[in-house]
């Protein structure tokens, strides 16, 4: 089953807007959530990373929005560049427990000049 | 990237023969991942190592073999491919088991 669940699976925003991915957990014993970003032949990069006791963290054009009682997240991109079209994963990990980093399924985003 | 090099970056093979995946390090990372990334299951951990000869399973783990002899380098083994093991691997590696890991480029291998 899936440990984090993630949708969209594709978004298509046009230069300048703001896309928005969701994620969801159960597992509460998640004590680290980070973001990858993968372009096409090449590896996923960790992005951004939120740990639950604060309810967002920026960096850059990034943000990561945490609502820790209904356990989701989400990434928002503000001002959204051609750049940025790749494909997004978030993630969640139990830094004390099983050696084990659970992925989403990914969002393939399309930013349009 | 981490300097994490993944070897060879594509492979063709048939099934019931065996592959072996290399990865190699230059960080000195303790920590070593092998994952498989297939379409609308995102990654998924195969095994991982915590140290020379240190390795455990991880959540589809089955059909695959690891090792590692050296700090720098983690081996994935499929003793006897199958056409279900079709995908994108990919290793990662960190220093500690609460920091980020740092993936390669990915090894595409297919199955025929």
């Known amino acids: 089953q899936q440990q984090v669940k993630q949708s969209p699976q594709s978004l298509i925003v046009q230069k300048g807007g703001i896309p928005i991915i969701n994620c969801a957990y159960e597992?509460?014993?998640?004590?680290?959530f980070p973001w990858y970003q993968q372009f096409p032949g090449k590896g996923p990069a960790l992005l951004i990373a939120i740990r639950p006791d604060v309810s967002e963290k920026k960096e850059g054009r990034f943000t990561i929005s945490f609502n820790k009682s209904a356990k989701q997240f989400s990434l928002h991109i503000m001002d959204s560049q051609p750049g940025d079209s790749a494909t997004y994963f978030c993630?969640?990990?139990?830094?004390?427990?099983?050696?084990?980093?659970?992925f989403g399924t990914g969002t393939r985003l399309t930013v349009i000049p | 990237d981490a300097g994490i090099t993944q070897s060879p970056r594509h492979k063709v093979t048939e099934t019931g023969t065996p592959v072996t995946l290399r990865c190699h390090q230059t960080?000195?990372?303790?920590?070593m991942y092998w994952y498989r990334q297939d379409p609308g299951h995102g990654l998924r951990l195969i095994h991982y190592s915590y140290g020379v000869k240190d390795t455990d399973k991880g959540e589809v783990s089955d059909g695959y073999s690891v090792s590692r002899s050296k700090t720098e380098d983690f081996l994935l083994t499929l003793e006897s491919a199958t056409s279900s093991q079709t995908s994108v691997y990919f290793c990662a590696a960190g220093p500690d088991s609460n920091q980020p890991q740092h993936f390669g480029d990915g090894t595409r291998l297919s199955i025929l």
């Open positions: 597992n509460t014993a998640f004590d680290y």
């Open positions: 960080e000195n990372h303790r920590y």
């Open positions: 993630a969640a990990w139990s830094l004390a427990g099983a050696n084990n980093l659970f």
